[in-house]
């Protein structure tokens, strides 16, 4: 598990760009198209913003979401509405490309809906993960990551593509992806960035093994290629 910081958000939000962006053009060089799946949250709107200025073949380039709120897409709180505002239309990415989570839905009826179009897009089976390219995660500074909060069982399901959750402090209902999948994302990238993340980042790190305590422990420990892009504030409980 690698990490890098930067002076500044910006500074930090630029090089996870100028990586994802790396990752997707190493995989554009095979036949297929590219897959990455993106975080919400405030965090990563600079990241999508610079990912939207890459000069990528974005006619190949497919977007999935790590996590949604069930909220209508047009809702602030909507992760595909932020996306959608800093990465898919700046990037003009066409719509075909674009396999968001219903949050509109009943959030059972969102996540099984999700789950049939990944299994759809990827070709699998039943009981198979998707391999996406590239999987881009946030850390909250409870140590939550993706919708998988401390505590909650789905942190140990390692059966599932993805699955509803509520999450109880903040009273809202979400759908999330599962531990497998980001074990089987072929490089993962977070994207941490603030003064009051730096215990989280810490705790990630240097804490026993306990994805239940600190679910951003989740695949950073055994996953491939995993890169930590940090500000010099979030980074500075590291040494
Ligand atoms: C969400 C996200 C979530 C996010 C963290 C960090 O829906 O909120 O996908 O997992 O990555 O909450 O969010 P910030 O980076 O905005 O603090």
């Given at each position: ?111 099984q809906?999700y789950v049939q179009d990944i299994q759809e897009f990827f070709g699998l089976t039943e009981g198979e993960v998707p ?27 390692h059966e599932r593509i993805a ?15 599962l531990?497998s999948v ?58």
């Amino acid at each position: 598990m690698h990490w890098h910081s930067y002076p500044t958000a910006q500074e930090a939000s630029e090089a996870c760009a100028t990586h994802i962006a790396m990752r997707l053009e190493d995989a554009l060089s095979g036949e297929g198209d590219a897959t990455l799946a993106v975080s919400g949250g405030e965090t990563p709107r600079r990241m999508f913003e610079a990912l939207a200025r890459s000069q990528l073949d974005w006619s190949r380039v497919h977007i999935f979401w790590v996590d949604e709120r069930a909220v209508p897409p047009t809702s602030p709180l909507s992760n595909y509405r932020m996306v959608e505002e800093s990465l898919i239309r700046p990037a003009r990415i066409p719509r075909r490309n674009v396999h968001r989570i219903a949050g509109e839905l009943h959030p059972e009826t969102a996540a099984q809906r999700y789950v049939q179009d990944i299994q759809e897009f990827f070709g699998l089976t039943e009981g198979e993960v998707p391999h996406f390219d590239v999987i881009h995660r946030g850390l909250g500074v409870d140590g939550h990551t993706a919708s998988l909060f401390p505590g909650d069982p789905l942190t140990e399901d390692h059966e599932r593509i993805a699955a509803a959750v509520y999450v109880e402090k903040l009273g809202q209902h979400r759908i999330t992806l599962l531990p497998s999948v980001f074990l089987a994302a072929r490089h993962t990238v977070f994207l941490v960035t603030g003064a009051e993340k730096a215990p989280a980042v810490r705790a990630v790190f240097h804490e026993p093994y306990n994805p239940k305590l600190y679910p951003g422990q989740t695949v950073s420990h055994h996953g491939r290629n995993v890169v930590w892009f940090l500000d010099d504030a979030a980074a500075s409980l590291m040494d």
